[in-house]
């Protein structure tokens, strides 16, 4: 229900910012109970022929040890207009090449995961976080999201130990135990490096979409912005950096940092 309130909520907004929608349709619904022991939160689960809709999936398990104060940002980073734009527009998208529509996993983590922090700050624009709660969880998922930079970072390029790593996790976010050994495990030896992606990405969006305003002033239209860094689906930055800069005919100073 807290998922689908914040879902009702962004709906009748999305016009006023996106200028087109995708045609999947799009919902929430728990994981696999037996796959929720080794996740956190869930993943966004992209349409496909069997199964039309987009959902993201959340794990149900241990309730009480999950805090619903990041359902809302939460939703807006892994649906609305996050994931779900982002993955089931590029799989409707008939101008790029099949092996292009179809690569949304593992695909480019920084665009992928940058576009859905990236849609996750947007809901504030977009007068979603009016609400002190809501507010909160965005500031607390932020929190979480620059702690992995150092957590990651720390056990793989300089040796820390899992149990400094949670250490260091249990002092700096908001995560009970579980979520927490969880979340590690995933740095260390699922996937090292990938939650680097969120806020690189991310970074890189919000420096694009400044300098399009910059030049453009008050003939700035973000919808049009949008179709820009969405039309050619998930690519490397540079590569987005280079398509922003031709589309509206800019001279972007130095590269990905």
Same mark, same amino acid.
């Given at each position: ?176 135990? %579980? ?39 008050? %003939?700035?239209?973000?919808? %049009? ?33």
């Amino acid at each position: 229900r807290r998922y689908r309130q914040a879902i009702a909520r962004i709906v009748p907004r999305m016009p006023a910012y996106f200028s087109r929608q995708p045609a999947a349709p799009f919902d929430v619904r728990r994981l696999d109970p037996a796959a929720e022991g080794s996740m956190t939160f869930g993943y966004y689960q992209p349409p496909t022929a069997a199964e039309p809709t987009g959902e993201y999936r959340f794990n149900g398990s241990r309730l009480g040890e999950r805090s619903l104060v990041f359902a809302a940002p939460l939703i807006y980073h892994e649906l609305l207009p996050g994931h779900h734009f982002q993955i089931a527009l590029q799989l409707e998208n008939a101008a790029l090449p099949p092996f292009r529509r179809h690569l949304t996993e593992p695909g480019f983590n920084a665009y992928t995961e940058g576009w859905g922090e990236y849609s996750s700050a947007l809901a504030g624009e977009m007068g979603l976080y009016d609400d002190p709660y809501v507010r909160l969880g965005r500031l607390m998922q932020d929190a979480f999201l620059s702690m992995r930079l150092v957590v990651d970072t720390g056990m793989n390029a300089y040796g820390w130990s899992l149990e400094r790593a949670r250490r260091y996790m249990a002092l700096n976010t908001y995560q009970s135990e %579980t979520e927490i050994a969880t979340e590690s495990l995933r740095y260390a030896t699922a996937i090292p490096g990938q939650a680097l992606g969120y806020k690189m990405g991310h970074r890189v969006f919000e420096e694009l979409r400044a300098a399009v305003q910059a030049q453009q002033g008050e %003939t700035f239209d973000i919808r %049009t912005f949008h179709d820009a860094v969405l039309d050619g689906g998930a690519m490397p930055l540079s590569v987005l950096q280079a398509q922003v800069s031709r589309v509206f005919g800019l001279r972007l100073p130095g590269t990905v940092r």
